[in-house]
């Protein structure tokens, strides 16, 4: 029985200090700045999602971007609600990483769990065991959870990832000919303005996650929130892979303050929509028309 009541009292002393870890990451990313103590920057990725994908590894699959300067009360907080997710999916990775401003400005996680955050410049501390040079940069090597991690404070934003993906992106900083960008680019370049908060799904992840029967239809995924003044704006855009477009109906119309909508020759598609109820919107999706082509006699 004492036996029993000691595993329990390990089982809920691990559970409070992984509420600990998951607290102490949102802090960073929702509490205001201090004076920052800037660190040497050798390159600047940009500003905002639509530099940063520029960067990322060949074969990214997944990727949220998340902006923590919203000032909209209701968006901020879904944001903060989706951070808390994804840092309660990895909470270990943030302990050992510690920027000397409890702010973060942006980030962008993608393949699930490695991380672009943009913290202004300011010096970042992480635990690691190993430093090793790769192409002119310092790779500081630790270990979370049995995984390995590489933190690469020489650029805007920090790279924190797997040792494999930091080298891939310096790889891309000296020439993105095979980054994602090369293959997505043709659509993210379509996609205008900035947000609040993004997710993108594209190649076999997008193929898994957007079906018809269990065909896959699309091979690229976007979704993104921002403000239109006082409007929620929700943009959405998808290349088919079959015979798929959007479309506009009285439905559409009434469910959202504006709806706009182009399709491409290519395949993909945009709509943009408008609601002064967000909620609503999160579940609004443009609507998709196919064609469906037969040839010969049916009979039946």
Same mark, same amino acid.
């Given at each position: 029985?004492?036996? &029993?009541? +000691?595993? @329990?009292?390990?089982?809920?002393?691990?559970?409070?200090?992984?509420?600990?870890?998951?607290? /102490?990451?949102?802090?960073? &990313?929702?509490?205001? #700045?201090?004076? #920052?103590?800037?660190?040497?920057?050798?390159?600047?990725?940009?500003?905002?999602? $639509?530099?940063w994908?520029?960067?990322? #590894?060949?074969?990214?699959?997944?990727?949220?971007?998340?902006?923590?300067?919203?000032?909209?009360?209701?968006?901020?907080?879904?944001?903060?609600?989706?951070? @808390?997710?994804?840092?309660?999916?990895?909470?270990?990775?943030?302990?050992?990483?510690?920027?000397?401003?409890?702010?973060?400005?942006?980030?962008?996680?993608?393949?699930?769990?490695?991380?672009?955050?943009?913290?202004?410049?300011?010096?970042?501390?992480?635990?690691? $065991?190993?430093?090793?040079?790769? $192409?002119?940069? %310092?790779?500081?090597?630790?270990?979370?959870?049995?995984?390995?991690?590489?933190?690469?404070?020489? %650029?805007?934003?920090?790279?924190?990832?797997?040792?494999?993906? !930091? +080298?891939?992106?310096?790889?891309?900083?000296?020439?993105?000919? =095979? /980054?994602?960008d090369?293959?997505?680019?043709?659509? =993210?370049?379509?996609?205008?303005? =900035?947000?609040?908060?993004? *997710?993108?799904?594209?190649?076999?992840?997008?193929?898994?996650?957007?079906?018809?029967?269990g %065909?896959?239809? !699309?091979?690229?995924? *976007? +979704?993104?929130?921002?403000?239109?003044?006082?409007?929620?704006?929700?943009?959405?855009?998808?290349?088919?892979?079959?015979?798929?477009?959007?479309?506009?109906?009285?439905?559409?119309?009434?469910? =959202?303050a504006?709806?706009?909508?182009?399709?491409y020759?290519?395949?993909?598609?945009?709509?943009?929509?408008?609601?002064?109820?967000? %909620?609503?919107?999160?579940?609004?999706? #443009?609507?998709?028309?196919t064609?469906?082509?037969?040839?010969?006699?049916?009979t039946?």
């Amino acid at each position: 029985m004492a036996k &029993a009541h +000691e595993r @329990k009292s390990v089982r809920l002393l691990a559970f409070v200090l992984a509420l600990i870890m998951v607290a /102490s990451a949102l802090v960073y &990313a929702f509490r205001n #700045p201090s004076k #920052p103590e800037e660190r040497e920057i050798k390159f600047d990725m940009g500003k905002g999602w $639509k530099d940063w994908i520029r960067f990322l #590894p060949n074969g990214t699959g997944y990727i949220v971007y998340l902006n923590f300067s919203e000032k909209n009360e209701t968006l901020r907080k879904f944001i903060f609600n989706v951070t @808390k997710e994804i840092v309660r999916e990895n909470p270990y990775v943030f302990v050992n990483f510690r920027p000397t401003i409890n702010y973060f400005n942006k980030m962008l996680v993608f393949n699930y769990d490695n991380y672009l955050i943009d913290l202004n410049r300011s010096k970042v501390y992480f635990v690691y $065991k190993q430093k090793t040079e790769y $192409k002119n940069y %310092t790779l500081k090597i630790g270990i979370s959870a049995n995984r390995y991690y590489a933190l690469v404070d020489e %650029t805007h934003p920090v790279i924190l990832a797997n040792p494999k993906y !930091a +080298e891939e992106i310096i790889d891309d900083i000296y020439n993105n000919s =095979t /980054s994602f960008d090369k293959y997505y680019g043709n659509y =993210t370049s379509r996609i205008n303005g =900035t947000f609040s908060y993004a *997710f993108i799904l594209a190649g076999d992840v997008a193929k898994r996650s957007l079906t018809d029967n269990g %065909t896959p239809i !699309a091979d690229f995924y *976007f +979704e993104g929130y921002r403000m239109n003044g006082s409007v929620y704006e929700k943009v959405v855009g998808i290349h088919f892979l079959k015979y798929y477009f959007f479309v506009k109906t009285n439905k559409t119309a009434n469910e =959202t303050a504006y709806y706009y909508y182009k399709n491409y020759d290519d395949g993909f598609s945009v709509a943009v929509m408008g609601s002064d109820n967000f %909620t609503n919107l999160t579940r609004l999706m #443009p609507e998709i028309r196919t064609v469906i082509i037969k040839f010969g006699n049916e009979t039946g």
